[in-house]
Structure formats: structure tokens, C-alpha cells
């Protein structure tokens, strides 16, 4: 009877584009064929059956995939191997045959051109199925043997291949959950349970994780009647650590305990958190960098964080509303105490040294959980106080600005054609299919992050911490400038724009907020976060009048000798200033405005007069012709008084001048080239004043062709500011005595302003040393009487073409004792 219902099923399945309605019919006939007790007394012909029902399924799952995605066929061909699975552990072998054809036929389907997007749609639900399949079939395999014995990586290995088809399965996380927890690694398991819950298609409920966090939970008290030796392994600090987050989360979300408890439990695990950070990262300087420590540093914050975002959001035990407003908070404070911990320790590093290559590695580690957590509290902000981590995020936004992140993420994007927003790193594809933040991934990437464009760009490990960085200072901005970031879209290099108009550019602000998607976190807009700073080019609000990078004193609102009143200026001067540096400007008439005039105009001449008694209204007016005299009449007035002679020339005192050379050389290559005949031209200068010139510059600029190739080779980016263009004239002037170099690892800065304080000297640069001073040791007095010095002793400076013009306000102090 079984051979006859076998036939006739093949009947059935050859008829052409069946419905759904008749597969299913033709499924569950076979199914009760397989099955039915009355039938298996055969055991040749129910294995037949079997066979023809697979069959059918297969056939079905390839021709019609959309079908068999509504009629859950995946899920009726792995039942029908599960049966046999429970039976006899001989089919095992079978089944991986039968699966791993299978989902061989289904990628060479795939890779076919022309299919609907429907067809693609099932077929790769059948594929993620099949791999699943795949998974549990080699895990019921290694359970078959003692615990010694059981390698679960070739299962993990099928379950990562089902995520790279679809990311957004919560059955595949709660598989990798379970390999986990078999494993011990409990913030691993916890972390893959938590993900199975925000998934497109969840799987199960929070029963699992709640059992992780308890296991946590009672692995933390173990720990804790334990005698904690001082110079644990780092796989010892990473285990407490992970133990202790998890038993704080427990108590978070059940409301175990009293809040004396929870707060000496918050207490313990930020302790553990210190002191993994701390092992990681005073690792013996001689050793290699270990690149899987931090890999597994890096891995476990960022699990650490999600898990903390998801229980956030989600109340494990679904009690009162009360209770779960309870927990949210409790975990809300989990994760600003884990986030405050990253920033301080990420601001202490590169306080220390920015430069270090141990230095990069180990910010490349902490980066990624810190910028995910800044990522979900833009998208809650309203949620949220507005003091969260501000004063953190602030120190550590300009610690990174000083160290020029942006000029590197600039320079970067122009060797990555432009552009390098659409650039991938490690921790967004860890995140893709994360519906917590999935508005953040959408608006960074617009594109689906699919497997062929996540590993179409790799970044080098400066590259990764250059876009790490400028993602942080993006994030950071509601911190530092007041209101939270605005998307930007990315302007190609070299696109001309048309000065804005104020009135335009505010009312349709919020149109442009809510129909641009992509946000670069490169580009830079002066009009959306302040003004450029006219020192050191830098957008900055002014707070207290000053730029928060350089220092720069702003002389909008600049006043008198006495403080009391405002400078008094012409008439011509205020309304010149009111219509072209106001930020709110009128609009651009189609006449241009005339400026103070640059040549002597005929007062006989009728078009003088003409344009004298009759300026256009929409223009500032000239300035009068009374302040049309000779430059050099002009300023020998008053000559006679000491105050206002030249005073950098050396004709009573020489002086000891010191040159900041890798400032004064980009300034003369406009910012693009590091132009070493700058050098030279400001070390001429001031010798033929008669003053005694050194400069400073770091030694690694004098390095050969070959030197940097090998640089560049080890992952280093050269940017401009590395690469003289005259690397003989700097020898020539290290010959001279004039030049010296600086440690490659020492900070060249300190070394000019050393020199200069202990040698009574000034010091040529546009760098007001602001990270120097911030960076000093020793209470707040102290700094502020070194920024008094270095403002005394500090020569600005610009250049018209080879032309060096120092700032014609600067003055010599008359006292000789300047030193520190």
C-alpha cells in the first residue's frame, strides 16, 4: 500500500504550478504515510516514504520558494529527520549528507540572475534554515560524547553562516546562546539570549536569560568568598569582571536585594571594570601587541553594552509597571556607570600618549561599546538627562581634536576616493539585524548591510581608530556645542557652494534635518555648530569669548584698555563688521559691496565724487578720505614714543627666538604640503634682526623615502603633516645648528617651550599649546600662570606667498627675566 501512495504522490507532484492548497495536501499524505502506526510494519517501505516526502519537500523549496515559505516546509522536512534522530544516532551522518546538498543546490540558486525578489526572499529562508539544520545536527553529535571531548565549533560555525543570510533571526541567536552557556561563557549566552528577544522574527521569551543572569548571579558569590589575588591574568580580571556585570543585572531587573546591596554590587563590578582595563592595558611595553586580548576586550564591552540596552528597554520577570520603571533605572545606571568608566580611562590614555602604537590598539578596543552606547542615547535623548556623561564626553571630544582627529578623518576620506562614511567596521556588522539600534545603522549605512558590501572595504588599524574617533566627536556634539548632532550630508571634495543666506538657511533647517538619511561622521559644517576660529580654523562657539581648542580671545565683543567700555571704532568700521561678520547677515545684493578703498582716488576726478556723495544703500559705506594717507606716514606718527617702534629688532638686546618648525611649515604649505622652506625663511628672518634661532621638529621627519615606506607598510597613515618635501634642506639646517630633532616618541611642543622658558626666549608658532597646558601636572594655578607666560612669549604669525609677517602687535616685554 505504501509503494501504491508513493506512486501516486509522484503523480501529484508533477502536475504543473500546483497551489498552495494541493502541496499541502500532497505534504500531509505523505506525512501520515511516514507516520501512521498502521503502516510501519515495513521498515524498507517507511523508509521509502520518507525518502519520497524529502524529496517532494526539496523539489517544492527549489521551484516554488515562496510557497514553501508559506507552508512552512523547512519546518516539516527537519521534523521528519528529528524522529528518526531520536531513534538511532546512525542517521546523523545521513541527515549532515542530506543538508549540506541541499544548501549547496540553494547557493547555486541563489547566484542565479533574474530572480524575483519574492524567489530570493524563500530562498533564503531555506537556506538559513538548512544551516540551522546543519548546526543542531553537529551539536547532537558532540553531545554524544564525554564533556572532555565536545568541540562546538563546527556548530557555531553553521549558526554564524545562518546570520550572514539573515541577521535578524532570533532562533539563531538563542542556538548560539545555548553553545554559550554549555561553554561556561555566561555574558556570552546572556548577550545571544538578549539579541534572540530584538530580532525581525524573536524566538522564545526571557525565561533563558533570566536563568544566565542567575547562574551569574551565583558565580558572582562564589567569586566574591574568594580571596582576590593582586596580580590576577587578564582572563581572570575579564571572567570577574563578566560575572559581576551579570549579577548586577539580576539584581536590576528582579529587585533582589536592597538598594545598599545594589550599590555596593554597582561598586564592585565598576572596581572590576577598573581593573580589567588596567591589566589590558599595562601590558610590558616589550612584549608584541596581543591582538586577540584586545579583540576579546573589545568583544565583551560591546556585549556588555547591548545587553545592557535590551534589559533597558525590556522588564524579564513582566511584573507591574511600577516594577518594570524600577529596573529600567537600575539599568540605566549599570550602563552611564560602565560608560563613564570607558571615557575616563580613554581620556587617560591619550592624555599620556596619543601616538603610542600600544596606545591606538588599545582605544581601537574600548571605542566601539562607547559609540554604541552614544548611539542609542541620541536615539532616547528625550528619555534622558542632558547631563549624562557630558563633562566626560567634552574632556575627551577635545583631547582627540587636539591630537588633529579631524584632519586625519579628512585625510583619510581624500585617499579612500572622498568619502568613508560608507566604510564598515567590525562592530556594525556585530550589530546588524539589532532593532534597538536599528534607526542608527539606517541612517549611517542607507543600503542593506549585506555580506558582498560589509567586507567590500578594509580599513587599516589607523584607519579604524581615525573613524572610530570622528564617529565619538559626531556624538559628541550635544555635549560639547549644546544641542544634539545635525545629519550632514557629505560634501565632495572640491564642490563650490554659494554663500548662504541666513533667512533661507533657518526655515528650511528642519526640512533638511527630516529628509536627509546619511550622516558623515567626516564632514564638517561651520554654520550648523558655530564659526571657524580665525587661528586655528576649528568651529567653535566661543564660550567666555574664547575658542574651546586654542584659546583664542574672539574680538567681537572685544573692549577698552579699561574693561568698561566698548572700543570705539569709526562709523564705517562698525557698520563693515555689522554686514559681513554678524551671523545673521542680509541677504547678498547683486551689486558687490565696496570695501576700504586700496588705492589713492583723485579728489578731482567727477567719478569719485560721484561715488563719494552717492554710495549704494545696500553696501557699507567706504571709510572716509581723511584715513586714505601713506601707510608709513601713518605710522610714523608717534614714532617717538618707545611703545610704538619696531619691537623685533634686535638693536639694544638680542633675544633667543624659538621656531615651532612643523607649525610654521604647514602654515607656509597653506595646510597641504609640509613646506621646509618655510623654515628656512622664518629662521632668515630673525636672523637678520640679529636674534639667536633654534627650532624644533621631530626626528622621524628626517627619515628617507625608505624609512617611510616601511611606516606606511606597518598600517601607520602619513598624513601631510609627516612628510617634509625637502628633507635635504632640513638636514642642511640640523648641520647648521639651527634645527634640532626631538624624540619620535616625545611630544615636540614641550621641548620648544622648555627651551624657551628656561632661555628667557619666544616662541614662533599660531599654536596657543592649549593640550599642554590642559595635560600639565600640578594644581590649577599653575596652568593659569603658564598660559600668562605663553601668551607674553608666544610670536604669531602669517605669510603673503615666501613673504614671513610676524604679528605686527606683538611686543617685547621690557623686563630681561622672563624665564619660568
Excluded at 132 to 139: C, E, F, H, S, Y
Excluded at 214 to 236: D, L
Excluded at 432 to 443: R, T, V
Aim: with cysteine.
Amino acid at each position: 500500500m505504501l509503494q501504491c501512495c508513493y506512486r501516486g504522490s509522484m503523480r501529484w507532484k508533477s502536475c504543473s504550478r500546483p497551489g498552495g492548497k494541493r502541496w499541502e495536501k500532497i505534504i500531509r499524505k505523505m506525512r501520515y504515510l511516514c507516520y501512521c502506526d498502521n503502516c510501519s510494519d515495513d521498515q524498507d517501505e517507511l523508509e521509502s516514504a520518507c525518502s519520497g516526502l524529502r524529496c517532494t519537500c526539496v523539489e517544492l523549496i527549489k521551484a516554488y520558494p515562496k510557497t514553501a515559505k508559506k507552508l512552512n516546509i523547512n519546518e516539516k522536512l527537519w521534523r521528519s529527520w528529528y524522529r528518526e534522530i531520536e531513534g538511532q544516532s546512525s542517521v546523523l551522518k545521513e541527515c549532515t549528507a542530506f543538508y549540506s546538498s541541499l544548501v549547496d543546490g540553494l547557493q547555486s540558486s541563489l547566484r542565479r540572475r533574474g530572480r524575483l525578489p519574492e524567489h530570493l526572499d524563500g530562498l533564503k529562508h531555506s537556506l538559513q534554515q538548512s544551516l540551522i539544520a546543519l548546526g543542531d545536527v553537529a551539536r547532537y553529535e558532540q553531545n554524544q560524547l564525554e564533556k572532555e571531548r565536545r568541540d562546538w565549533n563546527e556548530a557555531r560555525n553553521y549558526y554564524q553562516q545562518a546570520l550572514e543570510v539573515a541577521p535578524s533571526n532570533g532562533k539563531v541567536y538563542n542556538q548560539l546562546g545555548l553553545l554559550a552557556v554549555l561553554e561556561g561563557k555566561l555574558l556570552d549566552g546572556a548577550y545571544m539570549y538578549a539579541r534572540s528577544l530584538t530580532c525581525d522574527n524573536p524566538f522564545g521569551n526571557a525565561g533563558n536569560l533570566l536563568h544566565v543572569l542567575k547562574r551569574g548571579k551565583n558565580a558572582a558569590k562564589q567569586r566574591q568568598t574568594q580571596q582576590e589575588t593582586p596580580g590576577k591574568s587578564t582572563c581572570e580580571a575579564m571572567e570577574t569582571y563578566a560575572t559581576r556585570v551579570i549579577s548586577c543585572l539580576y539584581m536590576a531587573q528582579t529587585g533582589e536585594g536592597s538598594k545598599t546591596e545594589l550599590d555596593a554590587a554597582l561598586e564592585r563590578m565598576q572596581s572590576a571594570l577598573v581593573s580589567l582595563l588596567d591589566v589590558c592595558d599595562q601590558q610590558d611595553e616589550a612584549t608584541p601587541i596581543d591582538g586577540s586580548l584586545l579583540e576579546a576586550l573589545s568583544r565583551t564591552l560591546i556585549q556588555t553594552v547591548c545587553l545592557l540596552i535590551v534589559l533597558i528597554h525590556y522588564n524579564v520577570e513582566k511584573t507591574s509597571h511600577q516594577a518594570f520603571n524600577n529596573g529600567t533605572k537600575r539599568a540605566l545606571a549599570v550602563s552611564t556607570m560602565t560608560a563613564s568608566s570607558l571615557l575616563s580611562k580613554l581620556t587617560a590614555v591619550l592624555s599620556a600618549s596619543a601616538e603610542s602604537t600600544r596606545t591606538k590598539y588599545f582605544t581601537n578596543a574600548l571605542l566601539p561599546a562607547l559609540n554604541i552606547y552614544l548611539d542609542w542615547l541620541q536615539l532616547h535623548e528625550a528619555r534622558l538627562s542632558s547631563k549624562t556623561l557630558q563633562k566626560e564626553c567634552v574632556l575627551l571630544f577635545h583631547i582627540l581634536s587636539a591630537n588633529g582627529f579631524i584632519e586625519r578623518g579628512l585625510y583619510c576620506a581624500q585617499k579612500r576616493e572622498g568619502d568613508l562614511s560608507n566604510a564598515t567596521l567590525p562592530e556594525d556588522r556585530e550589530l546588524n539585524g539589532f532593532l534597538l539600534l536599528e534607526k542608527a545603522l539606517q541612517a549611517r549605512f542607507p543600503e542593506e548591510l549585506t555580506p558582498e558590501k560589509k567586507f567590500s572595504r578594509q580599513l587599516t588599524e589607523e584607519e579604524r581608530l581615525v573613524l572610530r574617533a570622528t564617529r565619538f566627536m559626531a556624538l559628541s556634539e550635544r555635549f560639547v556645542f549644546g544641542k544634539a548632532p545635525a545629519p550632514i550630508t557629505f560634501v565632495p571634495t572640491g564642490a563650490s557652494h554659494e554663500p548662504r543666506d541666513s533667512k533661507t538657511g533657518r526655515n528650511s533647517s528642519s526640512k533638511a534635518t527630516k529628509t536627509t538619511a546619511r550622516v558623515d561622521p567626516l564632514a564638517i559644517d561651520p554654520v550648523v555648530t558655530g564659526r571657524l576660529c580665525i587661528l586655528c580654523s576649528n568651529t567653535s562657539t566661543f564660550p567666555d569669548g574664547e575658542c574651546e581648542f586654542c584659546g583664542y580671545e574672539d574680538d567681537v565683543d572685544a573692549t577698552s584698555d579699561n574693561e568698561k567700555d566698548p572700543v570705539q571704532q569709526p562709523l564705517w568700521i562698525q557698520e563693515y563688521d555689522l554686514a559681513y561678520n554678524n551671523e545673521f547677515s542680509p541677504k547678498k545684493s547683486t551689486t558687490s559691496p565696496r570695501s576700504s578703498p586700496a588705492r589713492r582716488i583723485d579728489s578731482n576726478s567727477s567719478t569719485s565724487s560721484t561715488l563719494a556723495s552717492s554710495p549704494q544703500s545696500d553696501s557699507p559705506p567706504s571709510p572716509p578720505q581723511t584715513l586714505e594717507a601713506d601707510f608709513k606716514t601713518i605710522m610714523s606718527i608717534g614714532a617717538e614714543h618707545a611703545d610704538f617702534q619696531d619691537s623685533l629688532s634686535a638693536d639694544k638686546t638680542q633675544r633667543l627666538i624659538v621656531i615651532d618648525a612643523p607649525n610654521v611649515a604647514m602654515r607656509h604649505g597653506k595646510g597641504k604640503v609640509f613646506s621646509c622652506a618655510g623654515i628656512e625663511l622664518a629662521v632668515n628672518y630673525f636672523q637678520a634682526l640679529g636674534h639667536r634661532v633654534v627650532a624644533f621638529i621631530p626626528d622621524y621627519m628626517l627619515q628617507s623615502d625608505e624609512e617611510r615606506r616601511e611606516r606606511e607598510e606597518q598600517g601607520e597613515v602619513l598624513t601631510a603633516s609627516k612628510i617634509p618635501d625637502d628633507v635635504a634642506l632640513l638636514e642642511h639646517l640640523m648641520h647648521k645648528g639651527v634645527l634640532i630633532p626631538t624624540p619620535p616618541q616625545d611630544y615636540d611642543d614641550s621641548y620648544s617651550i622648555q627651551y624657551a622658558g628656561l632661555h628667557n626666549g619666544y616662541v614662533v608658532t599660531n599654536d596657543l599649546f592649549r593640550d599642554h597646558i590642559v595635560n600639565m601636572v600640578g594644581p590649577r594655578e599653575r596652568k593659569v600662570a603658564m598660559r600668562v607666560w605663553l601668551r607674553a612669549h608666544q610670536i604669531s604669525y602669517s605669510w603673503v606667498r615666501n613673504e614671513f609677517l610676524p604679528n605686527p602687535n606683538f611686543r617685547f616685554p621690557e623686563t630681561a627675566d622672563g624665564a619660568f
